[in-house]
């Protein structure tokens, strides 16, 4: 038996995500302080009197693959952060990548413990036509980015049976889909419904249509794609299962695919 199979849900989630909320400005300050110690430099794209949004990139010498990373654009969605904040600290990456952090990019929901962001705006919604500030000073610095051979967007489903994880591949390029579920399913249940937010799914892999005009409303993997991809994974960590598992299901989704781009960093 898997050690993921004696993982049982708390059954806090009626309605809506119910668990622990974080302390986002403490989780932001250490993983951007983390960074800085370890030579990323930090990007400011928005700053106001209650927050800032802010990136980290971390440029690797005669680099030759762009990583992108993104988490809590939900603020109901703690794992995804407090997973960045980890890899940051834990700083093993793969040798000749520069990658591109965006730890936080609703940072106002957290405190709220809600979806959207303080204005009550789905920030995953908003990346055809921005309306929020956060995601217009988003889009603007994608805009002076270069493109990335792989985007990986890290949520929570407070739903979910298990793990699963979105793959967008237009041009069936190499999948790292299969390996993700069989390294998470070491740590995380997976989801293994045949029908995933009305989406086909098998064995927690989702390959929704990557056709524009089935999504008229954008989320962030969706622009990715048409402006800065041609492979991404948005990974979904089950929020009725304990934090700490969730966080665990995440980091593992991504040192896979950072694994898959070549030989770790001792």
Same mark, same amino acid.
């Given at each position: 038996? =898997?050690?993921?199979?004696?993982?049982?849900?708390?059954?806090?989630?009626?309605?809506?995500?119910?668990?622990?909320?974080?302390?986002?400005?403490? %989780?932001?300050?250490?993983?951007?302080?983390?960074?800085?110690?370890?030579?990323?430099?930090?990007?400011?794209?928005?700053?106001?009197?209650?927050?800032?949004?802010?990136?980290?990139? *971390?440029?690797?010498?005669?680099?030759? *693959?762009? %990583?992108?990373?993104?988490?809590? /654009?939900?603020?109901?969605?703690?794992?995804?952060?407090?997973?960045?904040?980890?890899?940051?600290?834990?700083?093993?990456?793969?040798?000749?990548?520069? /990658?591109?952090?965006?730890?936080?990019?609703?940072?106002?929901?957290?405190?709220?413990?809600?979806?959207?962001?303080?204005?009550?705006?789905?920030?995953?919604?908003?990346?055809?036509?921005?309306?929020?500030?956060? /995601?217009?000073?988003? +889009?603007?610095?994608?805009?002076?980015?270069?493109?990335?051979?792989?985007? /990986?967007?890290?949520?929570?489903?407070?739903?979910?049976?298990?793990?699963?994880?979105?793959?967008?591949?237009?041009?069936?390029?190499?999948?790292?889909?299969?390996?993700?579920?069989? *390294?998470?399913?070491?740590?995380?249940?997976?989801?293994?419904?045949?029908?995933?937010?009305? *989406?086909?799914?098998?064995?927690?892999?989702?390959?929704?249509? %990557?056709?524009?005009?089935?999504?008229?409303?954008?989320?962030?993997?969706?622009?990715?794609?048409?402006?800065?991809?041609?492979?991404?994974?948005?990974?979904?960590?089950?929020?009725?299962?304990?934090?700490?598992?969730? +966080?665990?299901?995440?980091?593992?989704?991504?040192?896979? %695919?950072?694994?898959?781009?070549?030989?770790?960093? =001792?």
């Amino acid at each position: 038996m =898997k050690p993921s199979a004696s993982i049982q849900r708390l059954g806090l989630n009626h309605g809506r995500y119910l668990g622990e909320a974080i302390d986002i400005h403490q %989780v932001l300050h250490d993983t951007i302080k983390s960074g800085v110690e370890q030579g990323w430099h930090q990007e400011s794209m928005l700053d106001t009197e209650s927050y800032s949004l802010l990136a980290l990139h *971390r440029k690797s010498t005669a680099a030759h *693959r762009r %990583v992108y990373i993104s988490s809590g /654009i939900h603020g109901d969605e703690p794992a995804g952060p407090l997973a960045m904040r980890q890899l940051v600290t834990e700083n093993v990456w793969p040798e000749r990548t520069d /990658i591109w952090l965006c730890p936080c990019l609703n940072p106002t929901g957290f405190p709220l413990n809600q979806r959207e962001n303080n204005a009550g705006l789905d920030l995953n919604r908003q990346y055809l036509q921005p309306e929020a500030d956060e /995601i217009r000073a988003h +889009v603007r610095w994608l805009g002076n980015q270069p493109t990335f051979d792989v985007a /990986i967007c890290l949520h929570e489903d407070w739903e979910s049976n298990g793990f699963y994880v979105y793959e967008l591949n237009p041009e069936n390029g190499r999948s790292h889909a299969e390996k993700i579920i069989r *390294r998470v399913s070491e740590v995380c249940p997976i989801d293994m419904s045949p029908e995933i937010e009305g *989406r086909e799914a098998h064995g927690g892999i989702v390959r929704p249509s %990557v056709d524009p005009r089935s999504r008229p409303q954008w989320p962030e993997a969706f622009y990715l794609l048409a402006h800065k991809t041609r492979l991404s994974y948005t990974m979904e960590a089950p929020s009725d299962f304990p934090l700490e598992i969730r +966080v665990a299901a995440l980091m593992a989704g991504v040192r896979v %695919v950072l694994s898959e781009l070549g030989e770790i960093r =001792k």
